[in-house]
């Protein structure tokens, strides 16, 4: 399977001005436009009238692609006449060294057989959509380098080489057999010499090496990078929670009257009404002292993660209702408050994700699914099935949308509606689209893979 996959979406290229141009014309000033050819498309910006050797357009031309195989795009510099319109320069190369919505200035040339340069042409080129080469960001392996080119024409191409070293891991094999017009499928500019410059690094060693349109034999072995994980400090351990201060309650002495009364009650520094012991031997009672209780837990429980008290049983005290209609805590025969135990709190059993003691047990990755789509490929992680993480490929169209396909199985990430509802599936394809094992979906209508909620 190629790395390069075919083009869909918009291209807009501006064509700015051109410089040193030769003149085609006997009398006065030549008037240069450009005509442009990407595929079986064809295009013009407008004419610079009296534009002679340095037309200046600043004038841009839309191209709508659909599944676009095409690699080379053609500039031809005319001239505007009314008997003939003679050929100025052209420049022909593949589309990828101009893609990036980036100023650049190119050679131009008299003819196909780029031997003569005549000139230079200036122009911006932006890409909405698509296909092309693999995006050179997020590599997975150390190539600090890979120029791939042929004269001034240049291409970036450690995407395409990060690809290759993750088919075949992590090696490129570049074969006698197959010189770099066929490994790369295309040709930066027609008769030049091509070379391949490679900057990488091995066992932590920085390596260079330069490989020519005819090589002997290589293989290059590439080392993964390394991923510098920031290192989380524990949190600190919680401050120890103070001591239960005793509320006073000032003593009440019980008179013969309401000795043998069941019940009696006392009012505290709170204005609150407190039941005491009776009067027994002629003594004073006193009202028991109540401690401000924390509401949750007792000494010796710990805290746990997210709030969570885990440890020793729970006591909460026991209210009930007074001779007033109030709400206060109950007592016991000795005066005591009264505590019950409450209802165990939840204690949090930790695997790939938080699943709770007495819940149906559920197997969910510890993070959630990412997908991310850069260009014509798209990465998923983070899946708890390990076999469909790694990169996607753009395969073709399923649904109308574009679908992808994974390098190293036959796990497709595609789009399919069924009745009135869209959704994005991730399934391994046995022996056809109607014949999978499913791992994820999305719910989304999208022309893309969502990048959450799978």
């Known amino acids: 399977m190629s790395n390069i996959v075919n083009m869909s979406g918009q291209l807009v290229i501006t064509c700015m001005h051109a410089d040193g141009l030769p003149s085609v014309q006997m009398l006065g000033k030549q008037d240069p436009y450009v005509k442009i050819e990407f595929g079986s498309k064809k295009k013009q910006c407008k004419t610079a009238k009296d534009g002679g050797k340095s ?3 600043n004038d841009a031309v839309i191209f709508n692609l659909s599944d676009e195989k095409e690699k ?3 500039f031809i510099v005319k001239n505007d006449n009314l008997v003939s319109d003679k050929d100025i320069a052209c420049l022909r190369i593949p589309i990828f060294v101009i893609l990036g919505n980036r100023e650049m200035t190119l050679p131009v040339y008299k003819d196909n057989r780029n031997s003569r340069k005549c000139g230079t042409f200036t122009l911006k080129a932006e890409f909405k959509g698509t296909g092309g080469l693999p995006p050179n960001d997020d590599l997975r392996y150390d190539i600090l380098e890979a120029i791939y080119g042929a004269g001034e024409i240049n291409i970036d191409v450690r995407g395409y080489l990060d690809l290759q070293a993750t088919i075949h891991d992590g090696k490129l094999k570049f074969k006698q057999s197959q010189d770099l017009s066929s490994y790369f499928g295309f040709d930066p500019l027609d008769k030049h010499q091509k070379t391949l410059k490679l900057k990488y ?7 260079q090496v330069t490989i020519n349109e005819k090589h002997e034999d290589t293989t ?8 510098n994980k920031a290192v989380v400090a524990p949190a600190p351990a919680p401050a120890p929670a103070p001591a239960p201060a005793p509320v ?3 003593p009440v002495v019980v008179g013969a009257a309401g000795a043998g009364a069941a019940g009696a009650y006392a009012v505290n520094q709170f204005g609150q009404p407190v039941q005491v012991q009776p009067q027994v031997y002629g003594q004073p009672a006193y009202a028991q002292p109540a401690y401000a209780q924390p509401p949750y837990g007792m000494p010796g429980v710990t805290q746990g993660m997210a709030g969570m008290t885990v440890g020793q049983p729970q006591m909460v005290p026991v209210y009930t209702t007074n001779q007033f209609g109030q709400r206060v805590q109950a007592v016991n025969q000795f005066g005591q408050p009264v505590y019950q135990q409450a209802a165990p709190a939840p204690v949090p059993v930790y695997g790939q ?6 819940a149906a047990p559920a197997v969910i990755p510890q993070q959630p699914i990412r997908q991310e789509v850069k260009g014509p490929h798209c990465t998923v992680s983070f899946a708890g099935n390990p076999e469909v993480n790694g990169t996607y490929v753009l395969n073709g169209q399923q649904d109308g949308v574009a679908s992808y396909k994974h390098t190293t199985s036959n796990i497709y990430l595609m789009r399919a509606t069924t009745g009135r509802s869209t959704n994005w599936w991730i399934s391994l394809w046995k022996s056809g689209p109607n014949d999978t094992d499913d791992y994820y979906y999305a719910q989304s209508a999208a022309m893309a893979p969502p990048s959450s909620g799978w």
């Open 72 to 74: 080379m795009i053609k």
């Open 248 to 250: 006073s309650v000032a």
């Open 220 to 227: 290059i072995t590439l080392q993964k990078k390394t991923e």
């Open 55 to 57: 037309p200046v357009w």
């Open 353 to 358: 994700q938080p699943v709770y003691a007495g």
């Open 201 to 207: 690094k091995e066992l932590d060693v920085v390596n």
